[in-house]
């Protein structure tokens, strides 16, 4: 691997109410090898996430309300490149999307950009190495598994892991990204239709485990209507392979 002379990515995290971990996960990320900006989109919170990740050296964005993980993603990203435009740079950077509750273990999160870097995948996505089952949200999983593999031929292991690194070209060819907590599995289908390569990446990350209170059920539906719903949209659909 070559390590770029000047940052080479941006970290783009989604966030919503996460004031007790994201000034870690920041500063966590600041860290990684190659990365100069650290990107934090605050989706509607009311508990100072947005003041709390500027403090920890983040450049913010806020949306007034929640309007969906697919939307601060988005948000991000259109960010980062208006920068890069006024910057003048030459080459766009590649595009680390993290959760905003990895806090301290964000800071291993590099192996994810390294196929990115060297163009051995067009998008990298995280397998966490605890494999313990976390909140008991597996039928959200299996849905986005299967639907996946019935789109593309391919299962990941972690359909929904949002931990992903991929090239700025990459990103646009996804665009618009499925709704809500539809973004990964709409990803995943788009650019391996498209014929991109994609490369799961075993890292050693966590986040706060879903409980099992009725926010957190609540939390489930949204998910499973959102990827059910991007699932719907791409059914029917014939992959473009290289």
Same mark, same amino acid.
């Given at each position: 691997?070559?390590?770029?002379?000047?940052?080479?990515?941006?970290?783009?995290?989604?966030?919503?109410?996460?004031?007790?971990?994201?000034?870690?996960?920041?500063?966590?990320?600041?860290?990684?090898?190659?990365?100069?900006?650290?990107?934090?989109?605050?989706?509607?919170?009311?508990?100072?996430?947005?003041?709390?990740?500027?403090?920890?050296?983040?450049? =913010?964005?806020?949306?007034?309300?929640?309007?969906?993980?697919?939307?601060?993603?988005?948000?991000?990203?259109?960010?980062?490149? $208006?920068?890069?435009?006024?910057?003048?740079?030459?080459?766009?950077?590649?595009?680390?999307?993290?959760?905003?509750?990895?806090?301290? +273990?964000?800071?291993?999160?590099?192996? $994810?950009? =390294?196929?990115?870097?060297?163009?051995?995948?067009?998008? +990298?996505?995280?397998?966490?190495?605890?494999?313990?089952?976390?909140?008991?949200?597996?039928? =959200?999983?299996?849905?986005?598994?299967?639907?996946?593999?019935?789109?593309?031929?391919?299962?990941?292991?972690?359909? $929904?892991?949002?931990?992903?690194? $991929? +090239?700025?070209?990459?990103?646009?060819?996804?665009?618009?990204?499925?709704?809500?907590?539809?973004?990964?599995?709409?990803?995943?289908?788009?650019?391996?239709?498209?014929?991109?390569?994609?490369?799961?990446?075993?890292?050693?990350?966590?986040?706060?485990?879903?409980?099992?209170?009725?926010?957190?059920?609540?939390?489930?539906?949204?998910?499973?209507?959102?990827?059910?719903?991007?699932?719907? =949209?791409?059914?029917?659909?014939?992959?473009?392979?290289?």
């Amino acid at each position: 691997m070559v390590q770029p002379p000047n940052g080479d990515v941006a970290v783009v995290i989604p966030a919503r109410n996460e004031s007790d971990r994201v000034a870690a996960t920041v500063r966590a990320a600041a860290g990684l090898a190659g990365v100069d900006l650290v990107m934090v989109v605050d989706d509607g919170s009311d508990d100072g996430t947005a003041a709390i990740a500027q403090a920890a050296g983040a450049s =913010v964005m806020r949306h007034a309300r929640g309007r969906g993980k697919a939307a601060a993603m988005e948000t991000g990203a259109e960010a980062v490149r $208006l920068l890069e435009a006024r910057q003048d740079r030459a080459r766009p950077r590649h595009l680390l999307f993290l959760d905003g509750d990895l806090a301290q +273990t964000a800071a291993e999160a590099g192996p $994810l950009i =390294v196929p990115v870097r060297d163009d051995q995948a067009d998008m +990298t996505i995280a397998v966490f190495r605890d494999r313990v089952k976390q909140g008991g949200h597996g039928f =959200v999983v299996a849905l986005s598994g299967s639907g996946i593999m019935r789109a593309t031929g391919w299962r990941p292991a972690q359909p $929904l892991n949002g931990q992903r690194c $991929l +090239t700025r070209a990459a990103f646009e060819a996804a665009r618009p990204l499925a709704p809500g907590f539809g973004a990964e599995t709409g990803l995943t289908i788009d650019l391996l239709r498209q014929g991109m390569r994609i490369k799961e990446v075993e890292v050693p990350l966590a986040h706060r485990a879903t409980g099992n209170d009725w926010r957190s059920q609540l939390h489930r539906a949204r998910q499973f209507a959102d990827v059910a719903r991007a699932l719907a =949209v791409r059914q029917g659909r014939r992959p473009r392979y290289r």
